[in-house]
């Protein structure tokens, strides 16, 4: 495998292809998720829905195929996503009057159901999800993070007013960074984005941020207040209580199959993946040691802490293939598994086993009767300390000092002798667009997002050294 330090890229390729998480389909750009990539996906799935659903949620599913002439309703959302669209024109050997676009995403095809389906305001809030693939045409790809066609949940619903659609926008922020930190042990800022990075079509576009362990940025998930711009666009109407017709106010938001790749690049090392507990599909391995001739009675004991640890709910499997346990301790490893549990004919004399950490390599003995207590708690020891290594990186390589573009410029190039990206920068703006793009053409380095709660407040602009409107992340993102 290749080490992150000679090959963050490759060293990342290496690590999927070797976990068995996904393969190359024949289709440019595309990729086969194999089950243990999927299960990733559908512990994500379990996690964010669960919370949908606690606040009201609902899920439906709507067409693949979208008109062209819905995209016409919004100007700027069909320019922002006409570069990545792949169009149906022809079935059955005939040319379609109209062409059919793959979605990029679903407002448009919704907002047309929605005017269907409100008409009083007792009709709202709509408060739906999607769990669907949509397909963006891209010119460079990698798996999980960037490809044509990809999986995601896109949340929209209608609101009587912008209070309303302010809050969900925000709810669903919220819901994202809880999602993110807690299950996937992923450090992460909440904020706002530049009208440049905003959604296609959106008033406001927020937005959680995380930082990879090469120091690149991945926009993790977004939420989108997109007033009654589409409202109009799709003639979303209702009959308030004052009896007056008025426009809906809608919102959209989503995340997708790149937060695995996320979580493959905050938390894997030169051994392969290290996967947080909550998300992990096995939890725990068992791995017999010892000589051959003494290994029915350690499965048998083995068998015995099994059922007791899948009892009590622990994602547990064991190994017992042909294979020496230096190789198996080595494959486990590799594939991020958090807990590995050794067991041998001198263990089950002494009642203990050998419980090793995936994230430290810590070895301890654990007795026999505790091991289902302790294994539980270690669990959630791992889940938290792969948090607060995550978070000590990020907060390590995001730099608060540099004020002007000179002054990032230098550390770029700092950065890059000492072989690294430069990590985050926390600069001021002044909110004039020019300064954002000449920071982006001389530097590489993009707005993240204005964070809510940055760590400290700038006072003039990193581009013109004029008064600083906002406070932003900047960094190279994938």
Known sequence: ???????????????????????????????????????????????????????????????MLIPESFFQKEKEHVEGFNPELPWVTEVAGEKLEERLALRPTSETVIGHMYSQWINSYRDLPVLINQWANVFRWEKRTTPFLRTSEFLWQEGHTAHANEEEARQETMQMLEIYREVVEEVLAIPVWKGQKTPSERFAGAVDTY???????????????????????FAKGFEIKFLDRDNQLKYVHTTSWGTSTRLIGSMIMVHGDD?????????????????????????????????????????????????????????????????????????GPRDIANNQVVVARRDTGEKVSVDIDNAVAAVQQLLEDIQVNMLNKARAFRDANSHTHINSLEELKAHIAKAEQDGTLGGWVLGGWCGNDDCESKVKEETSFTTRNIPFDPPVEKDTCICCGQKAEHTVWFSRAY
């Not at 362990?213 to 009654?228: E, I, P, R």
């Open 1 to 63: 495998m290749t080490p992150q330090s000679e090959n963050f890229s490759r060293w990342y390729l290496d690590t999927i292809r070797k976990a068995d998480l996904m393969d190359y389909a024949p289709v440019r750009g595309c990729i086969v998720f194999k089950p243990e990539g999927y299960e990733l996906w559908e512990r994500i799935q379990q996690a964010m829905d669960k919370r949908f659903k606690e606040t009201g949620h609902r899920n439906a599913y709507f067409p």
């Open 207 to 229: 937005s959680i941020e995380a930082m990879m362990k090469d120091g690149k940025a991945v926009q993790a998930g977004t939420s989108h207040y997109l007033g009654d711009k």
């Open 271 to 343: 051994k392969g993946l290290a996967v947080p507990p909550r998300i992990s599909p096995t939890q725990v391995i068992m791995i017999p040691v010892g000589p051959p001739n003494k290994r029915q009675a350690v499965i048998e004991k083995m068998d015995e802490i099994f059922f007791a640890l899948k009892d009590a709910g622990v994602r547990v499997k064991t190994d017992l293939r042909e294979e020496t346990p230096g190789w198996k301790f080595n494959e486990w490893e590799m594939r991020g598994v958090p807990v590995r549990i050794e067991i």
